[in-house]
């Protein structure tokens, strides 16, 4: 019989009590082990093969590894509700791509999500709204994991950016205010910091210069798990956990976008335009025009 081996990495931590009915064969197969309701807490760089599958292992950890299905194929597992969450962060959630994968690789790592889409319309269509929403309960679906959801307006912030700012920056004035927002509901929901799912010179906001000068709004630490992943890799997770399917549906993509933006804006300049209008407005109107979906809304 064919085994599959599988590497456990060195120091896993925090595992919740569970139930093992497998024989597993160390090294060669020459060692069978057989293990009852036990309480993992470390394990240290075990190599390990499986040859019979017997039941399966139900076994959930903060940072999300893996178990052997009764197939005996690979598949994630994610911390019980409850059980070693490690942080709670503010997710924003487009349509797109990249910040579902985001999303789901924190998950996975122990964090709870609370996530935020911002609404473009009508500078996007209801199908970008019902593609982010549909995002979210699908990752709902495959972690496991309830996700409460903020929906804000943000196309009124568009307007005012579009008539009283320099256009070729508007790129950094959404997404500074986008970051305000989201600190806002942090704040509410007692998360620790913003999720993204930027990606290194992917986009025009998202070379260095860009990134340093969003981060300058905000007081939460920014987390950005795709920084280094070019777009192939970032499809390729994608497309395993099942979200490449739903962001590739049609829709409108932001039609307010300049089209020569700033990819080397400066502070001073994007401090300038802000200047011109009444930025702590547009955050109240965004908040008092948002609404919630409790998971199981969705």
């Known amino acids: 019989m064919q085994e599959d081996s599988w590497f456990l990495p060195a120091r896993i931590h925090s ?15 020459r060692h069978t082990r057989v293990i009852h309701n036990c309480e993992l807490t470390t394990i240290t760089g075990l190599s390990v093969s499986v040859r019979k599958i017997i039941s399966y292992i139900s076994a959930y950890r903060a940072s999300g590894e893996f178990a052997l299905s009764r197939e005996g194929s690979r598949r994630e597992v994610f911390p019980a509700a409850g059980v070693g969450i490690l942080a709670r962060l503010v997710s924003l959630i487009s349509g797109g791509i990249d910040s579902p994968v985001a999303t789901y690789l924190m998950i996975r790592r122990g964090v709870e999500i609370v996530a935020v889409h911002m609404d473009n319309r009508p500078f996007t269509d209801d199908k970008n709204l019902n593609k982010a929403l549909q995002l979210v309960r699908h990752l709902q679906e495959v972690t496991k994991s309830p996700i409460k959801t903020y929906v804000v307006p943000h196309g009124p912030n568009h307007v005012v950016f579009a008539r009283n700012c320099e256009h070729h920056l508007h790129c950094l004035f959404c997404r500074r205010m986008m970051y305000r927002v989201a600190e806002r509901i942090a704040e509410r929901e007692g998360a620790v910091g913003i999720l ?21 709004v905000a007081k939460l630490p920014i987390i950005r798990p795709l920084i280094a992943l070019d777009k192939q890799e970032i499809i390729e997770i994608a497309r395993r956990i099942g979200t490449y399917e739903i962001s590739i549906l049609p829709g409108l993509c932001c039609t307010i976008v300049p089209k020569q933006p700033s990819t080397a804006a400066k502070l001073p300049d994007v ?18 025009g948002m609404y919630v979906l409790a998971p199981e809304a969705l």
């Open 15 to 29: 595992i919740a009590r569970c139930r093992v009915m497998q024989k597993l064969y160390a090294g060669q197969g």
């Open 196 to 216: 993204t799912g930027e990606s290194m010179g992917q986009v025009a906001s998202q070379t260095v210069q860009n990134i340093n000068v969003v981060n300058q």
């Open 271 to 288: 401090l300038a335009g802000e200047g011109k209008i009444d930025i702590e407005s547009l955050v109240e109107k965004s908040l008092e």
